[in-house]
């Protein structure tokens, strides 16, 4: 049966014409996660978790709930922040070897920055061994909010991790001497690699490789294996964008949302020559978490390729149709639990699984229906 769907986005109407699919079927893999923020794949079927109070734990390929693994260090709770994104090294079969980013807490101070540290799990699971953080956000702020802390891994090899703007310190998402509403990238030993935009540039911090970002809490790569993100507006204009090397999204000069309860920010233009433009937003906002491509056919050749969002306020899983790198249409997924999502991936077997965010937070696997 062919659908005609007619959906509005960034202002047009754009006609999609698709085969009608049944919605996958969410199955609990495991649950009594508290407030769970970022899942991993391990190669013996099991998935590495974190909770936002400050855990890691194992979970089972049956769901269970291992302990939480021992070792972690001092984490910022509370607010947004705490243990946020974990990403399982590629080469994990080998080096046991995973990431993960924390609200980090300033020694004897009230401050705080986004952290990114590279552990070894024991062969029990039972503890981190090796523990070392190899980025951490300058400056440290006093504030509860936009830690980004989406993890992504490249295909050469080097880590991308997105910061926020910390809320308070928008103004420094145009400044290249603070890490404050970047996008980063560095190598896994904590170096800068040599080709980063801004290596050699007086007054510039070398790890960034984009700016101009509010708070980005999706990356993923696409199949391409170009880097997207998405990341919080304001009241309105959550955006995908595409970072390219040294370029500036315009945060907060440029946006398409306003202030809360209502005003413009800044000069309250949408566009400014010399900034990029989202490749799509969302008024009013969703409040995006989590961000996947799938590149498996395990549901069907209309779903390959698409690009998955996880919606925070209002509870959805939105499936993003995709037409020469544009947005033609959108679709909702997982509306009827209204659970806040958090994250989504696409696990090994090329399924997707997705986090709930909430104290009886929960890991979903969708099968195909």
């Known amino acids: 049966m062919v659908r005609f769907r007619i959906a509005l986005l960034s202002g047009l109407a754009i006609a999609a014409v698709g085969v009608a699919m049944a919605a996958p079927r ?14 991993g794949f391990l190669p013996d079927g099991r998935f590495l978790v974190t909770e936002k109070s400050g855990r890691i734990r194992v979970v089972g390929a049956d769901g269970k709930l291992g302990a939480p693994v021992a070792g972690l260090p001092a984490i910022a709770t509370g607010g947004q922040g705490g243990l946020l994104d974990v990403l399982v090294d590629s080469a994990f079969a080998r080096n046991r070897t ?47 909010h936009h830690f980004g802390c989406r993890i992504v891994e490249a295909k050469d090899g080097s880590l991308f991790l997105t910061l926020g703007d910390r809320f308070s310190r928008k103004e420094d ?7 404050l509403g970047k996008l980063v990238r560095i190598a896994k030993d904590g170096s800068v690699p040599a080709d980063n935009p801004f290596v050699g540039r007086a007054g510039a911090l070398p790890e960034i490789w984009s700016y101009g970002h509010r708070n980005g809490q999706g990356a993923a790569l696409a199949p391409d294996g170009k880097l997207w993100m998405h990341e919080h507006g304001p009241q309105g204009g959550d955006e995908i964008n595409i970072p390219e090397a040294g370029r500036n999204h315009g945060w907060p000069v ?9 005003g413009r920010i800044g000069d309250g233009i949408t566009r400014k020559d010399g900034l990029e433009q989202p490749l799509h937003y969302w008024v009013p906002s969703i409040a995006p978490s989590g961000m996947a491509f799938l590149t498996s056919d395990r549901y069907g050749t209309g779903w390959k390729g698409n690009l998955f969002v996880g919606s925070l306020k209002f509870g959805y899983l939105d499936r993003i149709e995709l037409m020469d790198g544009k947005v033609v249409a959108e679709h909702k997924l997982l509306e009827d639990g209204r659970a806040r999502i958090r994250d989504v991936k696409q696990g090994p077997d090329g399924l997707l699984y997705v986090l709930t965010d909430e104290s009886d937070g929960k890991l979903l696997r969708l099968r195909p229906n």
Do not use: M
């Open 26 to 39: 969410p199955e609990v893999v495991a649950s009594g996660l508290e407030n769970p923020w970022g899942v």
């Open 98 to 144: 995973f990431y993960f980013c924390f609200s980090e807490p300033e020694a004897g101070g009230s401050a705080n920055s986004t952290a990114l540290a590279r552990a070894q799990l024991s062969a029990d699971g039972s503890r981190l061994e090796g523990l070392k953080v190899i980025f951490s956000q300058r400056p440290k702020v006093a504030s509860r």
């Open 173 to 179: 998402a145009q400044k290249l001497d603070n890490h």
């Open 254 to 262: 440029i946006t398409y949302g306003e202030n809360y309860g209502g």
